[in-house]
């Protein structure tokens, strides 16, 4: 009886997805290694795969990225999308990125091109670490080498 009881439960969530969600996944992780064994790990809360359409969306979405140079970035966002057949990746909603010395950058997304192996967006950005606050629009953040580069408009304040 209790087997049969959680085979119906099951059929139940499943018809709760919407028709077009082809697979839903809790705790999602997903690990890339690049050139020079860079390396980026994305997990989410949970992740919608669209098969035909080419993409995921996640939920509560965090990425690892480990550099060649062995420098370590953490991004997360509340909202994550991945176009599975380019591993192209949009991060959006209180996006922050924190580096392996503890300087914490906040902006309100963030793209990563794999064609161009980086991590990248055009909005107002603030970094702050222990020493200084710095307010600029634009960054990228080079996946293999781990440069990072705040674009325009920066104002700093050196504590």
Do not use: C
Not at 83 to 98: A, F, H, M, P, R
Not at 112 to 137: L, N
């Amino acid at each position: 009886m209790a087997i049969k009881t959680a085979q119906n439960k099951a059929s139940a969530l499943l018809k709760i997805l919407p028709d077009q969600v082809d697979l839903q996944i809790r705790d999602f992780v997903f690990t890339e290694v690049g050139e020079g064994n860079s390396k980026w790990e994305v997990k989410a809360q949970t992740a919608k795969y669209y098969k035909k359409e080419n993409y995921a969306l996640f939920d509560k979405v965090q990425i690892k990225l480990t550099t060649e140079e062995k420098k370590i970035y953490t991004m997360t966002g509340d909202k994550g999308k991945m176009l599975t057949d380019k591993k192209n990746i949009e991060i959006s909603g209180n996006v922050v990125i924190v580096s392996e010395t503890g300087d914490r950058f906040t902006t309100d997304h963030l793209n990563y091109s794999d064609a161009e192996k980086k991590f990248y967006t055009e909005a107002p950005v603030m970094m702050e670490s222990k020493t200084m606050k710095i307010k600029g629009v634009g960054l990228t953040l080079y996946m293999n080498t781990g440069e990072l580069n705040l674009s325009s408009a920066i104002k700093a304040n050196i504590k």
